[in-house]
């Protein structure tokens, strides 16, 4: 049974670098068509998509963000890490893992983490 | 590319039929996958590739279209079902949708 379960930090200070992880277990990171994606959810908003880590080595990053994130593997670990730099109180959210999955040319995010709150502040 | 749901809140009873509605800016085919979120819990999959109901999903979700309008069907609304619902399209990167809440 794969489960993704998130970690890092819970405060962040303004302009500092949050750096979360995502540990994969039951599955191999780095095997399959798959690729491992962030999603974050402000308090009481809805959900955006942060970036993803493609097996095959490949990253795509909201363009919103693109400037700031980046998405890597960490195979030793069976890993996907976030780091987003110069955060600010905007970034305060709850950050989620997913798996993406491939069928027939449709992706979907068939598995999450719990995810893990971050909270930007001094 | 843009999705808007509507309603954008709702109220139902146990037993009733709920529909939800996804638009979408520009035609997206059927790439687009629907979740559930419960309070304090993570997204769920409910159905992808717009019409695919997830394994172990209950039958009395259903989803429907393609292009740029998609709907979520829940038969006989049930007390778990109480939750907000998001669309994603899938088709340019990823976008979800404002979400649906349904509630009591």
């Known amino acids: 049974q794969v489960q993704l379960q998130e970690s890092g930090p819970g405060l962040v200070k303004p302009s500092q670098t949050l750096a979360l992880s995502c540990t994969v277990s039951g599955a191999s990171v780095s095997s399959g068509n798959f690729y491992w994606a962030w999603i974050r959810q402000p308090a009481g908003r809805g959900l955006e998509w942060i970036g993803r880590f493609y097996t095959g080595g490949t990253t795509d990053y909201n363009a919103s963000l693109k400037s700031r994130v980046a998405i890597s593997m960490d195979t030793s670990n069976n890993q996907v890490t976030l780091r987003l730099t110069s955060v600010t109180a905007a970034d305060s959210a709850i950050y989620y893992c997913a798996r993406g999955v491939n069928w027939e040319s449709y992706w979907y995010f068939d598995l999450w983490g719990r995810g893990t709150l971050v909270t930007v502040s001094s | ?104």
Not at chain 2, 43 to 61: E, M
Not at chain 2, 78 to 85: G, I, S, V
């Open chain 2, 1 to 104: 590319i843009q999705l808007t749901q509507s309603p954008s809140f709702m109220s139902a009873s146990v037993g009733d039929r709920v529909t939800i509605t996804c638009r979408a800016s520009q035609a997206i085919g059927r790439y687009l996958a629907w979740y559930q979120q419960e309070p304090g819990k993570a997204p769920k999959l409910l159905i992808y590739a717009a019409l695919t109901l997830q394994s172990g999903v209950p039958s009395r979700f259903s989803g429907s279209g393609s292009g740029t309008e998609f709907t979520l069907t829940i038969h006989n609304l049930q007390p778990e079902d109480f939750a907000t619902y998001y669309c994603q399209q899938l088709n340019s990167y990823f976008s979800f949708g404002p979400g649906t809440k349904v509630d009591i």
